[in-house]
């Protein structure tokens, strides 16, 4: 369960992206954006999920809205899954996972009676304040990028 709730200010990160370029939530200051956090680089869900924000690229550009994919996974792997799947979403890298514990998403899981340490999918819609405007703790792929930019969509505009 995510630690951060609706309505406090996004930690401040600075993580190399899936091209090795650092993106820092100073950077993203004045303008709204997504974090979606994912367990794994090619799996099923997170495959489907990273597409699903690729389909919708171009809409939430079209906001102003830059779309990031955080998971622990290393950016040459990050890379290869970009490339493999035609991603249009930026994917950060977040090995030591400082951002995945500040938001809380990086938390004790159970397969088969076996526990593990992994990513809980999350996503947060963060407003040009820099505060978060909507949480989703343990999403349900299908249909979620589609609920993200209605969210999106409804912000207050600039201007």
């Not at 994917?91 to 938390?107: I, M, P, Y």
């Not at 009676?113 to 349900?140: C, F, H, N, Q, S």
């Not at 792929?141 to 930019?149: F, M, S």
Request: aromatic share 8%; hydrophobic share 40%.
């Amino acid at each position: 369960m995510s630690t951060i709730e609706e309505g406090a200010a996004c930690p401040d990160f600075a993580l190399p992206d899936d091209h090795g370029e650092t993106v820092a939530r100073d950077a993203l200051a004045g303008s709204p954006f997504v974090l979606y956090f994912y367990p794994k680089d090619d799996t099923s869900g997170c495959t489907q999920e990273a597409i699903d924000f690729t389909k919708l690229a171009p809409d939430f550009e079209a906001l102003g809205i830059p779309v990031l994919g955080v998971s622990p996974d290393p950016v040459k792997k990050h890379g290869k899954f970009r490339d493999k799947h035609e991603l249009a979403v930026r994917l950060l890298s977040d090995e030591d996972k400082v951002l995945l514990s500040a938001f809380g998403v990086w938390t004790e899981k159970s397969m088969y009676g076996r526990k593990y340490m992994g990513v809980e999918r999350t996503t947060a819609l963060v407003g040009a304040d820099g505060r978060i405007v909507r949480l989703w703790p343990k999403v349900k792929v299908p249909g979620h990028a589609d609920e993200v930019l209605a969210a999106a969509r409804a912000l207050p505009r600039a201007g």
